[in-house]
């Protein structure tokens, strides 16, 4: 007979309690993709708005705090750039050394624990980075970006990282019993390898970046033997339905499925995960709010929503582990009944007081008058005057920089392409700037990206592969199908829907993409281009082009076939926004149209049909080829495209 069968019923009780486990519940709290929209202050409309800004998601960051007492605040990247403010004090009143820069004292007061790097942080150039990074009170990580390699080092020697890959944070927590222990929790951050074409310019010969599975394949396994006992991955990623290969933007799928990540903290694509953005995709539990089974969370852009994921853990098995969890986000408007639902928190306000006064006085300085109003709510559908004066500018800007060279004789185009088109970047997120005196702040409102001028030298059969590319914004459309069809794929990003001035085009969106929204070319040979003529003639494929454009789309940005950065022949220094405003200041008074130098051919007995922002209705009067369908009721409205030949 076993001895326990002897041992008293109290005692036996005693032993079993002290083999039970802890049970221990912790909270993580995410922001990603601030984009410097530290107060809810609208520079480019100069006012304050409810629906975007750390200020309000502080409040939900406080009260989450106070309903969990052990948690952990993580901010994911895409922070220091994004609007005036952040332009002010990387470009206009640089930041002077040994000064905090104004995102560091909010999320220093804050109290972050750990951060990432995302893409967007390398559009002012390492050095002001890293000089930014320096007022942060908390570590940042990026496990995938490297130091390239120095000169005179041998093959085979191993590349240094250029930031910390991962950090080991170790905090006490307290246990559903009282009890308080320590807990060693690994945080590590990736950013899309893409950076490298994004931000040639500032990373070329300095830095490398690699695979993000394979970088956390490395170093999670390395973070788990050094005692990490709960592994967080910030990754700047997002998340496609198909499977991803080697160097992939977006990878949130294939890191779910890396031995070792408990949880996973994603940004980059302005999603909203738990949410309707990602139903329907592989693996993905929009109750629990995972991937795979991962708890995860993504928590949109501007700090429009805290993304958090409560975990569950015990130490049954001797160590840690997760054995259950909830994603959630908090949203700090309701855009259904397009109301607050937070005040803002004073901290922002008080930080920062000076840097946001020195924003408005910069963003209000006079530029021009313009005649007539700018905005971009149909500039996906019809040739647009907000697209073409950013076309003129360019224009203007690079036939003085070619002026005397080997390519003053070239025949030169203009590349530009709608940045603030709603969706989901929110449905006031489009330019609308009233008739009168133009600011600095309306130029912001036109270009949004501190991008600088490039001209690439490519043929007239490159010209009209660009523009098929560019085509893919629109969904096909069956001349056989239903009488109102959708025309615009909303999930096909604005910013890749180059037009350009210098030739003309019509676009037949009964034929299928000739490429698909990551620049794959598709099966079979159709053509939606049609009719393109520079100078009123068919365009020469053969004949050389001089095509100006920004550095993002130079170096590759978007997958545009043949381009890359060998194409490359004016390198200019200068801002596409500097060349803007230069435009502006040289013609003072001008009146903004288009050329219509291209269209949407209609599809009779089809009416086409687009989304766009309940902003556009009020110049419906100015515009007779879109007419309004609905007024959807949350910002947003149904239009349709109008024949001008029929009225249809």
Known sequence: MKLRQFLPITLCAVLVGATQAAELKLRLLETTDLHMNLLNYDYYQDKTTDEYGLAKTITLIKAARGQARNNLLFDNGDLLQGNPLGDLVARVKPLAAGDVHPAYKVLNALGVDAANVGNHEFNYGLPFLRQALAGARFPYVSANVMLAREQGSKDGVPLRNAFAPYVLLERSFVDEAGKTWPLKIGVIGFVPPQIMQWDRQNLEGRVTAGDMVEAARRYVPEMRARGAQLVVALAHTGFEKSEQGRLAENTAGELTQVPGIDALLLGHAHAESP??????????????????????????????????????????????????????????????????????????????????????????????????????????????????????????????????????????????????????????????????????????????????????????????????????????????????????????????????????????????????????????????????????????????????????????????????????????????????????????????????????????????????????????????????????????????????????
Do not use: C
């Open 275 to 648: 949410g309707k953005d990602f139903e329907g995709y592989p693996g993905v539990d929009l109750v629990r709010g995972s991937i795979h089974g991962m708890p995860t969370v993504m928590a949109g852009r501007w700090g429009d929503h805290l993304g958090l994921i409560d975990l569950t853990l015990d130490n049954n098995s001797g160590g840690w582990k997760v054995v259950a969890s909830r994603s959630e986000l908090r949203a700090i408007y309701s855009r259904s009944e397009r109301r607050a639902l937070v005040d803002a928190d004073p901290l922002v306000a008080e930080a920062i007081g000076r840097e946001h006064a020195d924003t408005l006085a910069y963003v209000r300085g006079h530029v021009a008058q313009s005649l007539a109003p700018i905005h971009s709510y149909f500039a996906q559908a019809i040739d647009d005057p907000s697209v073409q004066v950013v076309s003129q500018a360019q224009f203007a800007y690079m036939a003085n920089a070619v002026r005397g060279t080997e390519y003053e004789k070239l025949p030169l185009l203009s590349a530009a392409a709608p940045f603030k088109s709603g969706g989901r970047q929110g449905w006031t997120n489009y330019t609308d700037i009233p008739a009168g005196t133009l600011a600095i702040r309306n130029v912001g409102d036109l270009y949004v990206y501190p991008n600088t001028i490039k001209g690439v030298k490519i043929s007239g059969a490159e010209v009209r592969e660009w523009l098929e590319m560019s085509a893919g914004q629109f969904r096909t459309i069956d001349p056989a199908g239903a009488p109102e069809q959708d025309l615009i794929d909303a999930k096909f990003r604005s910013y890749n829907f180059d037009t350009l001035d210098g030739v003309s085009y019509e676009i037949d969106v009964t034929q299928g993409p000739r490429y698909d929204a990551e620049g794959k070319r598709q099966p079979g040979d159709t053509y939606r281009i049609k009719k393109l003529r520079y100078q009123g003639k068919p365009i020469d494929e053969q004949a050389q082009f001089l095509v100006v454009t920004n550095n993002y789309r130079a170096n590759g940005g978007g997958n545009f076939p043949g381009l890359n950065a060998g194409k490359t022949v004016v390198d200019a220094p200068d801002e596409n926004r500097t060349a803007l405003v230069q435009y502006l200041a040289g013609v003072q008074r001008f009146n903004p149209s288009a050329d219509g130098n291209w269209r949407v051919l209609p599809v009779p007995g089809v009416r086409l049909r687009f989304v766009s922002g309940a902003g556009g209705i009020k110049y419906l009067a100015g515009t007779p080829s879109v007419r309004l369908i609905k007024d959807n009721g949350d910002g947003s409205a149904l239009y349709e495209l109008v024949d001008s030949a029929t009225g249809q």
